[in-house]
């Protein structure tokens, strides 16, 4: 079975341009999860799809990040226009739709805004 | 609001050694799961163990084995027999089942390097 995967694992963009990272998760979870970790910090949650819809956005730092899930199958986050604090790491989890809810993690795409 | 806490930032250990991670919460939901990932060096976050609060014995999981004490609010991580794949950085983490949503509060983690 196919983990969760995300694209690209590393962008670098110029402060005021568009990046747009995607996320598969695991076939057949519903529950859909951004977390981002900027330098030094801790892990924070963004954002929580069920499905196409969005559970919990209350971790979205500001209107320049927008997240999507057509068709309830992959997931995309968009920073416009980038800043410089939004470099960091930013993880994509899945998990089923049950107790314990243990959620499993891609690989991370690290982004840094010059 | 939750939090983690994990105190040490980073620690060694001799190969085959045992280590233990220190892991404190805060919560005031009476139904939650714990959680340990390893993150090695490649980035990815890899889930080791689960703990329910209302589980009456200790998770293990191979040479992962969880010291939950309630009363405390800890929920220590104890690797066995320390191998040099094991050298990562180690997250605990919990989701408050009672809440709305189930996103999970992360500390800041511990970094683990073994020594041959």
């Known amino acids: 079975e196919a983990g969760v995967t995300q694209f690209p694992s590393h962008s670098v963009i110029e402060k005021g341009q568009t990046v747009t990272l995607r996320c598969d998760p695991i076939?057949?979870?519903?529950?859909l999860y951004w977390y981002r970790r900027v330098m030094g910090k801790e892990i924070k949650f963004l954002l929580h799809f069920v499905k196409e819809s969005k559970q919990d956005e209350s971790g979205m730092p500001n209107n320049r990040f927008l997240a999507e899930r057509t068709g309830g199958t992959y997931s995309t986050l968009k920073v416009q226009p980038a800043e410089l604090e939004d470099s960091g790491v930013y993880f994509c989890?899945?998990?089923?739709?049950?107790?314990?809810?243990?959620?499993?993690f891609g690989p991370g795409t690290r982004l840094t805004v010059t | 609001a939750q939090k983690i806490t994990q105190t040490q930032p980073g620690m060694f250990v001799q190969e085959k050694e045992a280590v233990t991670l220190d892991c404190t919460y805060d919560t005031s939901d009476p139904s939650y799961g714990l959680f340990w990932y390893k993150q090695p060096s490649s980035g990815e976050m890899i889930f080791l163990i689960y703990q329910g609060s209302y589980d009456q014995q200790n998770a293990t999981e191979g040479r992962y084995s969880l010291n939950f004490q309630k009363a405390r609010k800890s929920a220590n991580l104890v690797i066995s027999a320390s191998q040099l794949g094991d050298s990562a950085m180690y997250f605990c983490a919990m989701i408050p089942y009672k809440a709305a949503g189930n996103k999970l509060t992360f500390g800041g983690g511990t970094r683990v390097l073994v020594k041959p």
């Open positions: 076939s057949g979870h519903d529950n």
């Open positions: 989890a899945s998990s089923q739709g049950r107790v314990p809810y243990e959620q499993y």
